[in-house]
């Protein structure tokens, strides 16, 4: 018998699919991966699949954030609401910009504000900007959530593509007249989720110049910011003027192993900053005290920083050599801990059975269910794989045992590029 409908069906909101919610059998790009994952593991029981895959650290914060943690969650005084935060995270945030991005006079009172992470105030920024046929110019492939939501409250979406001959930085002057009429918002994340490249002085110069054309509000995720692997980090606003168009929004996710504290600040424009504290205030009541000063403790602790980049650096250096053993065009990044190359085209084994792709997710479900390897495809601008670095080895020997591996698993076919 078909059970009926609940009429809770016919309630939901246009803007998650309405009547239609939750009934769609399209299969999502992780999902997918996931799926894959689980066969090649039912299928060959006990063996070891390498995760190229995963978006966040493999390691846990510092035993000293972590102690930090424990002995603010112990003061009384920490308990209640934070709402939009204590001077603490503030101060200490003003003071990173400083001294690790080179960013002068941040006021602390006026110009930061803390995040229950980056994709909470993506999250909660379009609230505060956009009206219903307002656009949003948005990199693609990148981090959707700003335009998600912005979607949600009638916006639209414009993609810049960030194409390997641009450096993967967008080419604003692509943007057609009519759409820049209508834009508000221009997000932009460097160094980047998935290309792993990143911005230079003179692209920011030229962002912020466009912005103060074009009347836009820059949102810069700096979510990698400090994870370079040579200089200083770069911020956005370093450069001249960003203060007067738009805001960054930096994380101790990646940059200190904090990813599920959730935990980050958002810093620039005072105005801009004023009404993502607004609209905060009424979607929630702070991230809790004992973690804003555990994260604010980390702050000052560049060096956390620069020993986790160091790491990361360390297994690029090595997986691009794989990578280039094994055909890939691969090239070390300059900073975050991806490394995005050009999928294949075709792959031939040892029998000489050759099969052709048509796009990167069908590379990176090859790669799983042949290779155990698992990997991120983006189909959005090209095809191509994301490596991640961030794969969970227990010391240095099986780091080099891993990679090793991957070298034999691929080595066992020819790639066409
Ligand atoms: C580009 C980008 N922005 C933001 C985030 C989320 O960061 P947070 O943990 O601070 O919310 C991620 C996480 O994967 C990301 O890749």
Redesign the pocket.
């Known amino acids: 018998m078909l059970m009926a409908e609940s009429y809770i069906q016919q309630l939901f909101a246009e803007r998650i699919g309405g009547l239609q919610y939750g009934k769609s059998h399209a299969i999502y790009k992780f999902e997918k991966i996931k799926r894959a994952k689980r066969a090649a593991m039912a299928m060959q029981p006990g063996a070891e699949i390498i995760d190229l895959g995963v ?2 650290p493999d390691e846990m914060a510092l035993p000293e954030v972590v102690e930090k943690l424990c002995a603010e969650a112990r003061k009384p005084d920490n308990r209640g609401y934070a709402d939009n935060g204590d001077g603490v995270l503030k101060q200490a945030g003003a003071r990173y910009l400083e001294r690790v991005c080179g960013v002068k006079g941040i006021n602390p009172e006026t110009e930061i504000i803390h ?8 999250s909660i920024l379009p609230s505060g900007l956009i009206n219903p046929g307002d656009y949003v110019l948005m990199t693609i492939p ?2 959707p ?1 700003f335009g998600i939501h912005a979607k949600y409250y009638g916006g639209q979406v414009h993609n810049l593509p960030l194409e390997e001959k641009n450096g993967f930085l967008p080419d604003l002057d692509s943007v057609p007249a009519e759409v820049l009429k209508k834009a508000k918002v221009l997000v932009l ?1 460097y160094p ?2 998935p290309t792993g490249a990143s911005a230079t002085p003179d692209f920011f110069a030229k962002v912020v110049d466009f912005s103060k054309k074009n009347n836009l509000v820059v949102i810069h ?1 700096a ?2 910011a400090a994870l370079v692997f040579e200089g200083q980090p770069l911020s956005f606003l370093a450069a001249p003027g960003a203060k007067e168009v738009g805001i960054e ?1 930096h ?4 940059s200190f192993n904090m ?1 599920g504290w ?3 600040f958002v810093a620039g424009n005072e105005l801009l900053v004023k009404a993502y504290g607004d609209v905060k205030d009424n979607s929630d009541s702070g991230q809790f005290l004992a973690i804003q000063h555990a994260a604010a403790f980390a702050l000052e602790h560049p060096e956390i920083t620069e020993k986790i980049a160091a790491k990361y650096s360390r297994r690029m250096n090595a997986l691009v050599e794989v990578l280039i053993k094994a055909g890939f065009k691969a090239k070390k990044p300059k900073g975050s801990f991806f490394l995005y190359v050009k999928a294949p085209r075709a792959v031939s084994g040892k029998d000489g059975a050759r099969k052709e792709f048509r796009s990167a997710e069908d590379v990176s479900q090859w790669m799983i269910t042949e290779k155990l390897i698992s990997t991120v495809p983006w189909d959005d601008a090209g095809a191509y794989l994301r490596f991640s670095v961030t794969f969970v080895a227990k010391n240095l020997a099986d780091e080099s045992r891993i990679l090793g591996e991957i070298e034999q698993r691929l080595g066992e076919v020819k790639f066409e590029f």
Do not use: H, P
């Open positions: 978006g966040e995040s229950i992470g980056s994709k909470a105030a993506l990148g981090y959530v994340n980047n989720n995720d979510a990698y929004l994380s101790a996710s990646k990813t959730r935990c980050g």
